[in-house]
């Protein structure tokens, strides 16, 4: 009579980090696909939950603060935007642009902190994180950039044709935000100060970014020194898009093309080689 076969063992599967530095797998990362929806899904429902108006916010937030911008710098600091586009129109539209910025990079500079217990417990790829942490932000951005459309037909202000490439406006602004995002949701799990320092940031970046006065108050020797900072060009992109008149901005748009393309590229190694401590840091 024939011994009884042994039992099989279970698979294992060995996770192991990649050394040095190098690009995450991009398949095992599509392959969690599903893990980035539930976060995202999770994080637009924590916003608006137990909220008395809920979406409403993305509207306004963005109004209140133009008006408040259109009555201290249009009418009492007499700023003009550089065009015959009405100030509140002007300001309506920067605000929604900036205040995904600023919302975002705060969501994904502490994205990684706030999923501890989730690092701590599970392996997945932990670039999930800060990319479902641009999500509620994004929705919100959507929602506010098509009533600044709706505002400025209102007060019968006609887009150029370029309107219809609006959409082209979301990469580049997600790109400049993971850029630098992603270098600060991974020194943010060993340095916690992160966290003041982009609010710090975030508010003073409003001021030294042409949110709610045009680039053209800005003398045209320090237009190069002042597009540096990326949000020029995305403004300024998003401004030749939806104001007439407005110009193409040829320098401040191909020094935010190569700044978020660098800032992205290296934002993403940096994240890779950091991950790899995230659960004993955390």
């Known amino acids: 009579m024939s011994a009884a076969a042994a039992p099989e063992s279970p698979?294992?599967?060995?996770?192991?980090?990649?050394?040095?530095?190098?690009?995450?797998?991009?398949?095992?990362l599509w392959s969690h696909r599903d893990l980035l929806w539930v976060l995202a899904r999770r994080d637009?429902?924590?916003?608006?939950?137990?909220?008395?108006?809920?979406?409403?916010?993305?509207i306004i937030q963005p109004v209140l603060l133009a008006a408040v911008f259109s009555l201290f710098f249009g009418r009492l600091a007499h700023i003009?935007?550089?065009?015959?586009?009405?100030?509140?129109?002007?300001?309506?539209?920067?605000?929604?642009?900036?205040?995904?910025?600023?919302?975002a990079i705060g969501?994904?500079?502490?994205?990684?902190?706030?999923?501890?217990?989730?690092?701590?417990?599970?392996?997945?790829?932990?670039?999930?994180?800060?990319?479902?942490?641009?999500?509620?932000?994004?929705?919100?951005?959507?929602?506010g950039f098509v009533v600044a459309l709706v505002v400025l037909l209102l007060y019968g202000v006609i887009p150029p044709v370029q309107v219809v490439l609006s959409p082209l406006l979301v990469p580049l602004l997600l790109a400049v935000t993971l850029g630098f995002g992603l270098w600060?949701?991974?020194?943010?799990?060993?340095?916690r100060d992160i966290g003041p320092l982009v609010s710090f940031g975030v508010l003073l970046g409003l001021f030294i970014t042409p949110v709610v006065?045009?680039?053209?108050?800005?003398?045209?020797?320090?237009?190069?020194?002042?597009?540096?900072?990326?949000?020029?060009?995305?403004?300024?992109?998003?401004?030749?898009?939806t104001l007439p008149g407005s110009e193409f901005p040829v320098v401040p748009l191909s020094v935010t093309l190569v700044e978020s393309s660098v800032l992205l590229a290296t934002g993403i190694l940096y994240y890779g080689r950091a991950e790899r401590e995230f659960a004993d840091v955390v």
């Open 107 to 143: 969501k994904v500079a502490s994205s990684t902190v706030v999923s501890a217990p989730l690092i701590s417990k599970v392996y997945f790829p932990r670039l999930v994180i800060p990319a479902a942490a641009v999500s509620a932000p994004l929705i919100d951005f959507v929602v």
């Open 213 to 241: 006065y045009p680039l053209s108050n800005v003398p045209d020797a320090y237009h190069l020194l002042y597009s540096l900072n990326p949000m020029v060009g995305v403004l300024e992109l998003m401004r030749w898009m």
């Open 80 to 103: 003009g935007t550089g065009s015959d586009v009405p100030y509140p129109v002007f300001a309506l539209l920067g605000m929604v642009t900036w205040l995904f910025f600023a919302v």
């Open 44 to 58: 637009v429902a924590v916003l608006y939950k137990q909220s008395l108006i809920g979406a409403a916010w993305a």
């Open 184 to 191: 600060l949701a991974a020194l943010h799990v060993k340095y």
């Open 11 to 28: 698979a294992v599967t060995v996770v192991e980090p990649p050394k040095g530095w190098a690009w995450p797998d991009w398949r095992e």
